[in-house]
């Protein structure tokens, strides 16, 4: 299983952006996707999550609201829309994967058994 995360870049406060991540795996609706970030000097934080099958949502409190996580089963892809922006949301944001993750694990980053390599996201004041 294979993560390849992209979209990030350069935004100016209040903008949007949209992550996509794609997944190079065998049945890709039995996985739980998730997306994390880690700025600068800080420890990985949860930003959303979208589960297998019905596709359940869970969001970060700092993130509900403002990013809306979906996916395409069809694609093998799961997308992170980033809107309403701020500085604090700079920092390398990441995709994971994990088969049949319950909404109790989705926020550890340590439940995931897979991540992608990573895509920067900065915002300027």
């Known amino acids: 299983v294979q993560l390849q995360a992209s979209g990030g870049g350069l935004v100016q406060s209040g903008g949007s952006l949209r992550l996509s991540c794609a997944a190079s795996?065998?049945?890709?609706?039995?996985?739980?996707m998730g997306w994390f970030r880690q700025a600068p000097g800080k420890e990985r934080e949860f930003v959303a999550a979208?589960?297998?099958?019905?596709?359940?949502?869970n969001y970060a409190g700092s993130t509900k609201g403002r990013f809306t996580i979906s996916r395409d089963n069809t694609k093998n892809t799961v997308y992170l829309q980033m809107n309403s922006l701020t500085p604090e949301d700079t920092a390398v944001y990441y995709c994971a994967a994990q088969p049949y993750l319950r909404v109790a694990g989705q926020s550890r980053a340590n439940e995931y058994r897979v991540w992608g390599q990573g895509t920067q996201v900065t915002v300027s004041s």
């Open positions: 795996v065998g049945t890709f609706s039995i996985y739980t």
């Open positions: 979208i589960g297998w099958g019905g596709g359940a949502t």
